[in-house]
């Protein structure tokens, strides 16, 4: 299995959609902390380098980081039908969970490593403007950007941080979902199409009070607003999208 | 799935019972029985859209039928069998797909690894020089040619010395020096017990070392024709056929005698036949074996189903 995980993360960071990802990620923070209209977009005038992370994270959790998480997502497996080697890796004596397992597990690591490109790329547009302690806050904090008194590097570095590996589990139900389309329809784009269609779906939904709490839309704020039972159900979302595409993948026609 | 079919072919290597597959509520494959024994050539026929691909598919666990089964040494592929699939090697699509940024000893590399090939430098090897692929072994597959694609498929297939090998069209896209060669390696493989099962249009061709033919069309097995069973048959040329053929009816030790244009066709005796004919003095043109051509019966049996 460890090998087959190695095997498939190699797989990952050759996909199209993963590598230009992956540079969007890595430019973004750059343009966002150099941009002229950032103080009429959010009223904020830089005092601190760790304050860029967060303006990437609003951006880029907006619509990027979903749209590029389930297009990688689709992808993983997508590329695989396109090139016609999923027959190839199937007429091996491995069980097909086997596979998908590994597929699915890359492709909720992803966006771990779409976010700390992202803060990676923050951090180093923040240069300019300062590692050190400051007053203010990071965005991701208490206080959002005016912070509550002196932040030090290290405090700043656990908001950042945490934030991201926050947003990260907000995005695993999206990656789960594009992998479950993506075992339905065997295409990149059908699956990445669908599941962001969902998504939008979702959104427009939230005229209905009563079904808002179960809304996978309703959580993708979590990563500034921790919440037990936001996070519940989204674990929850990846867990039932990804063992209904093992169901599925189980018993499908290739 | 329908009722589980109890009837095993004894000793065969991969067998199919009444095998079928609907997409909706059209049928594509209906009731599909075949078995190959152990170092047997089964050649599978068809015209395009006959089902081949399909039941190429579910012979390989790929597909999942609507009805039937398939057991690959007695046991079933869909039903927990991934274990019984280390037993097959199979290309199922022309030209065989491998990772392009990989080379070919690469691709291999990762086919021995899912496949649990221990130590399998040394195979690697080995079948890349059976194919003639040394020279390019090292190049990534995306600049190889179709033909070297094509051989890389059959190099990955018979990689770990399976016991089953399924190929769709196995000769497609290869030159006739690379047609040979593959119809070489799969008689050589049928000769060490290897249960051969191939799609192809190349009748000719695959007639000379296959053998059994199943004829597919509209979805079902038409017929199988057990090419090493058709009798001693003649043909000979004489001055008025017809008359000669009446006779040659009459004529004790020879058989089935029948008119195929302008020759007359029969069975048994050559000699008898001969001699019969000129002592009633017909005047015999030519006399030779007439061998059995697939492709002619092939064509035959679709245009009349």
Not at chain 2, 94 to 104: E, N, R, S
């Amino acid at each position: 299995m460890l090998r087959m995980l190695v095997w498939e993360f190699g797989k990952l960071v050759r996909l199209r959609s993963v590598q230009i990802g992956l540079l969007a990620a890595l430019v973004l923070p750059i343009l966002w902390a150099f941009a002229p209209g950032l103080r009429a977009q959010y009223g904020l005038e830089l005092v601190s380098g760790w304050q860029v992370p967060a303006l990437s994270l609003f951006t880029g959790m907006d619509f990027l980081f979903p749209f590029l998480t389930a297009m990688a997502a689709a992808e993983v497996l997508g590329a695989e039908v396109s090139m016609g080697t999923l027959k190839s890796v199937l007429l091996r004596p491995s069980p097909r969970s086997c596979l998908l397992g590994a597929k699915i597990i890359v492709v909720l690591t992803y966006p771990f490593i779409l976010l700390t490109t992202s803060l990676v790329g923050s951090l180093l547009a923040g240069l300019p403007f300062g590692l050190g302690s400051f007053f203010g806050g990071t965005g991701l904090g208490p206080g959002s950007f005016a912070g509550v008194g002196q932040l030090t590097p290290s405090g700043a570095l656990m908001e950042l941080l945490r934030a991201h590996a926050l947003a990260g589990l907000v995005l695993w139900p999206l990656s789960a979902l594009a992998k479950l389309y993506a075992v339905v329809f065997l295409s990149t784009t059908s699956a990445a199409l669908a599941a962001v269609s969902t998504l939008l779906l979702m959104r427009l939904l939230v005229a209905f009070p009563a079904i808002q709490p179960f809304l996978l839309t309703s959580y993708l704020d979590l990563y500034i607003r921790p919440d037990s039972l936001g996070l519940s159900l989204l674990i929850i979302y990846t867990a039932g999208f990804a063992l209904l595409a093992l169901l599925i993948f189980e018993r499908k026609d290739i | 799935m329908g009722g589980t079919v109890a009837t095993r072919t004894p000793g065969a290597a991969l067998e199919a019972q009444q095998l079928g597959k609907k997409y909706g509520r059209k049928p594509v494959l209906e009731n599909i029985t075949l078995a190959v024994q152990p170092g047997e050539v089964y050649a599978l026929a068809g015209p395009n859209g006959s089902g081949k691909t399909t039941l190429i598919r579910l012979l390989t666990g790929l597909a999942f039928p609507t009805s039937g089964v398939v057991r690959m040494l007695g046991q079933d592929i869909y039903n927990g069998g991934h274990l019984a699939r280390r037993a097959l090697g199979a290309v199922v699509e022309a030209p065989a797909a491998f990772y392009p940024h990989l080379t070919g000893r690469q691709n291999l590399e990762m086919a021995a690894f899912l496949t649990g090939l221990a130590n399998a430098e040394a195979r690697i090897r080995e079948v890349l020089a059976r194919l003639e692929l040394l020279a390019v072994a090292d190049q990534p597959v995306r600049t190889y040619s179709l033909g070297q694609r094509q051989r890389l498929g059959l190099a990955s297939a018979i990689l770990h010395e399976p016991q089953i090998l399924i190929l769709d069209e196995p000769t497609s896209g290869l030159d006739p020096q690379g047609i040979s060669k593959v119809h070489e390696i799969l008689s050589e493989l049928a000769w060490k017990g290897v249960a051969v099962l191939l799609s192809t249009h190349h009748l000719r061709e695959v007639s000379a070392y296959a053998d059994r033919v199943g004829i597919l069309g509209g979805g079902r097995l038409l017929e199988e024709v057990r090419l090493d069973t058709k009798g001693e048959t003649y043909r000979l040329r004489v001055d008025d056929p017809p008359r000669a053929a009446a006779f040659l009816k009459t004529v004790p030790g020879v058989q089935n005698v029948s008119l195929r244009g302008v020759n007359v066709i029969f069975e048994g005796s050559p000699n008898v036949a001969l001699a019969a004919l000129v002592r009633e003095g017909y005047q015999v043109q030519f006399l030779e074996p007439d061998y059995f051509d697939l492709y002619d019966y092939y064509r035959e049996r679709v245009k009349n189903a």
